[in-house]
């Protein structure tokens, strides 16, 4: 094999480029109403990340030798490894990669804001909702990509969650000490193929600045060509497997003479309308595998990447905190939900996790909660749970659950240092374990794992390396939108209580039988009060 040039982490190395910054004018479209895409700031990177998530976490359910994977091998050791050494004459690469906003030895990420999306709007939609739902229709026809504005202003899409974002990140920037380049939000969708749906997500994620057309990219003589990352094999792929047939196993989109693209990430610093700057990343995982494997790329992949390089760089005996907010696409945090989350662990070094009140969106649709029963219903469901479960529980420092669709943690509570990187005592390591242990998990356990979110908040409190605590911040609010007819609200209920049900059990048998509370740091007051609520 001739020898190639190593990945050089910029975006002018001459024959090859381990990422490629794109110009705004290589857009050619015109930008969403209220996004500037030609400051200077606003240049779109574009990475395909050949790691896969079995090389992020270890995988109990596959042959790693078997299948030639390497474990560990994270973000920065992407071009680390005996293919690549291959690949480039023998030679190691001589710079570790660096997603865009830590690049710089200076540049820190303080506050990780992870947004999972699946088929919600994105922008550029028409005025005709679907009965009974908060859904907004997109027009395919339409002459402007007009009605981001409109759209931001309700639940149930990407632009509501991105401008409730945006309004944090002002009040983060007047009442606090984060800047704005201190705070970095990521938005993962969970499959190429899945994420338009009866919308066009894609295009109005571009007129954004935040994609570029994969396929005008991977053509003959694209980007992807000219930045020297298309070998005769990767040509092959693109051209003669479609969509339909793509998999793990044979994948349409690969680079560097066969190398899998299991995520295509976009970074660019979006500008809309007044509010500071956001520093935006857009994860395209190329297959769909669901919320839990999104989430592993969230936590294992970006998060972890994130504060790994940056307490590499960190003085000897200073830890740099990283706080992870989780969001669902279309829920709406007020203007200061997040600024509150993040400011109840700063004030608390024992608090690992917290969550806020999340509502039903009233000011949308007003009728249904008067009118339909299953709204009335679940705004109630909230307004007691929060009120009464979440205060009591807030109170002991253990809140049964964290939902997923809008809460924070301290990264170092869910990987403590002290551990390792790849530890399985790590508290955040059962939370992924329906993917991967999955197919060697009995019953039980894959009934549990359907409440997730329930395990992890008693994998944090039973941690044996802090005496961690989980708040319950009640000024913190979120709006969302909730199913509205009897056939989404059991389909929802069904999971959710199956899963409630045995994580329950779970937490009684780890909690109290096993005498996990009892080894954690805790004072004796406050593992009483743990067990007293436990039973």
């Not at 910054?21 to 990340?49: A, C, H, M």
């Not at 990669?97 to 999972?116: A, D, L």
């Not at 909660?369 to 929060?386: I, L, T």
């Not at 929802?492 to 994580?503: D, H, I, K, P, V």
Request: aromatic share 12%; with cysteine.
């Amino acid at each position: 094999m001739a020898q190639r040039q190593h990945p050089h982490i910029h975006p002018n190395h001459g024959g090859y480029s381990s990422y490629i910054d794109i110009d705004p004018l290589y857009l050619g479209r015109k930008g969403v109403q209220g996004f500037d895409l030609t400051k200077e700031n606003s240049r779109l990177r574009y990475t395909p990340i050949t790691v896969s998530q079995e090389e992020l976490v270890y995988h109990k359910n596959i042959n790693y030798e078997e299948r030639g994977i390497t474990f560990p091998r994270f973000l920065d050791q992407m071009f680390d490894s005996p293919f690549y050494s291959e690949y480039f004459g023998g030679y190691p690469a001589p710079a570790p990669y660096r997603v865009k906003f830590i690049e710089n030895p200076k540049s820190k990420v303080k506050v990780f804001i992870g947004v999972t999306m699946y088929q919600e709007p994105c922008g550029g939609l028409d005025d005709i909702r679907k009965a009974g739902t908060t859904f907004i229709r997109m027009n395919p026809g339409a002459d402007r990509p007009e009605g981001f504005a409109e759209q931001a202003k309700e639940s149930g899409g990407v632009p509501g969650t991105l401008v409730g974002i945006l309004q944090n990140i002002r009040k983060f920037v007047d009442q606090t000490k984060y800047n704005w380049d201190e705070i970095c939000v990521c938005l993962l969708a969970d499959g190429r193929t899945r994420i338009d749906g009866r919308f066009n997500n894609l295009v109005a994620l571009q007129r954004m600045g935040i994609y570029v057309d994969l396929e005008e990219m991977y053509r003959e003589n694209g980007l992807m060509d000219i930045h020297g990352r298309i070998q005769p094999i990767d040509r092959y792929n693109f051209d003669n497997i479609d969509d339909k047939r793509a998999s793990r196993t044979q994948p349409r989109f690969t680079v560097d003479n066969g190398q899998t693209v299991y995520v295509h990430l976009f970074e660019n610093v979006i500008n809309y309308e007044n509010y500071p700057p956001l520093q935006m990343m857009f994860a395209l995982k190329e297959f769909n595998a669901g919320k839990l494997d999104t989430h592993l790329w969230f936590f294992e992949g970006f998060a972890h990447h994130i504060y790994r390089v940056m307490n590499e760089r960190a003085p000897p005996g200073v830890n740099e905190e990283l706080y992870c907010v989780c969001l669902d696409a279309g829920t709406r945090p007020e203007e200061t939900a997040i600024v509150k989350l993040i400011n109840a662990m700063d004030k608390d070094r024992n608090v690992a996790g917290c969550c806020g009140e999340i509502t039903v969106d009233k000011a949308l649709a007003p009728k249904n909660v008067f009118y339909n029963w299953y709204v009335a219903s679940q705004d109630f469901e909230y307004k007691v749970g929060n009120c009464l479960d979440k205060a009591f529980e807030s109170v002991c420092g253990y809140i049964s659950v964290l939902p997923g669709a809008f809460s924070a943690y301290r990264w170092s509570a869910l990987s403590p240092p002290e551990l390792g990187p790849t530890s399985d005592k790590r508290p955040i390591v059962p939370y992924f374990k329906s993917v991967t242990h999955g197919g060697v998990i009995n019953p039980f356990y894959g009934n549990m794992y359907l409440a997730e979110d329930r395990i992890l908040a008693l994998e944090l409190v039973c941690s044996r390396t802090a005496a961690n605590t989980l708040k319950y911040v009640k000024n913190s609010v979120a709006v969302t939108d909730v199913p509205d007819s009897c056939a989404a609200l059991i389909k929802q209920r069904r999971r959710w209580m199956n899963g409630s049900f045995f994580a329950q059990i779970f937490a009684l048998w780890q909690g109290l039988l096993l005498f996990r509370i009892f080894t954690t740091r805790h004072s004796w007051f406050r593992k009483l009060i743990l067990m007293n609520e436990l039973l």
